[in-house]
């Protein structure tokens, strides 16, 4: 077993991506950075910076250190770690922060274990600590995903999207958690809406996979979940409707919310980028004055998922 210090950087994700409920997600490049080392079985120490960090729990209870102490118990290891986070992303927004923080813990103790789970299992293992595994196949695999369930096990499809890809995210200074958003769900849906959005999930997958500006659009429209989550989200109608103005191709609650993404596609990611400045410029001036909104920011998407810097 390593038992020098290892470092693992996660992205940030969105999920659902409008239509693609449960199932899709995006990597985003804003980095959530875990740094671990082996220490005494029992032993959990955990230190923050950045993002949420007043809110991060301390010892065993991190969700950084329940990650590693899972995969140390599937590896057969009894040990304990000093672990180092610093947060880019912001806490309990919808733009997976938890799911970086298990994929951080999971990664970084597989490396200190000598690796003893290869990629798949750590999915696998990630989508039952989160509970879901949208966010976390976009965190450790990068680009876009889609999730399926098959037998009980999760599954993921990956793909690195041919064109450029940008987003614009109007982040909220308030969280929303995952459970509330959740309950706000009903337990069944008309089979109309479930139509549409089988429908306009098709639509940006392709989009996506493509780069079909056109496609991506219609694609994020959804009546699965935005329209009960807007009870707690109550000026999502509002942003999402300047993001468009501005030029986005896309808008849509990201993840549960309460954060509002604009996707923007071009020929690249450089074309993308450009492309996506300038939606930020004008969403900017449509939102001024809003209370309880960030400015927009442009993330470029992240190519290559959770990686060992060292």
Do not use: K
């Amino acid at each position: 077993m390593e038992s020098s210090a290892v470092t693992v950087r996660v992205p940030a994700s969105t999920a659902n991506l409008g239509s693609g409920y449960d199932s899709f997600g995006l990597a985003l490049a804003l980095h959530n950075t875990v740094r671990a080392a082996i220490a005494a079985p029992g032993v959990w120490e955990v230190a923050a910076a950045g993002e949420g960090a007043s809110h991060v729990r301390d010892g065993a209870h991190n969700l950084v250190a329940v990650a590693m102490a899972r995969l140390f118990a599937e590896a057969g290891i009894e040990a304990g770690a000093v672990i180092a986070c610093d947060n880019g992303i912001p806490f309990g927004r919808g733009l997976g922060s938890s799911s970086a923080a298990i994929v951080g813990g999971l990664m970084a103790a597989n490396e200190l274990a000598d690796r003893p789970l290869h990629p798949e299992a750590l999915f696998r293992l990630a989508a039952e600590i989160e509970g879901h595994p949208d966010n976390v196949a976009a965190a450790l695999f990068g680009g876009f995903t889609v999730c399926w369930s098959e037998s009980g096990t999760p599954r993921a499809a990956h793909v690195d999207p041919p064109g450029g890809i940008a987003a614009v995210v109007v982040v909220s200074d308030e969280p929303l958690s995952t459970r509330r958003a959740r309950a706000l769900l009903p337990t069944d849906v008309p089979h109309v809406d479930a139509a549409f959005d089988a429908g306009r999930a098709g639509l940006l997958a392709i989009g996506i996979a493509l780069g079909r500006r056109d496609l991506i659009g219609p694609g994020m429209n959804d009546r699965l979940h935005e329209q009960y989550r807007a009870v707690a989200v109550t000026d999502l109608a509002d942003v999402r409707a300047a993001l468009l103005a501005a030029g986005a191709d896309g808008a849509a609650l990201s993840g549960a919310g309460p954060s509002v993404i604009g996707l923007v596609a071009g020929e690249d990611d450089a074309d993308a980028h450009a492309r996506a400045e300038l939606v930020a410029e004008r969403a900017a001036v449509l939102l001024e004055g809003r209370p309880g909104r960030r400015a927009p920011e442009v993330i470029a998407l992240d190519r290559r998922g959770a990686v060992v810097l060292s």
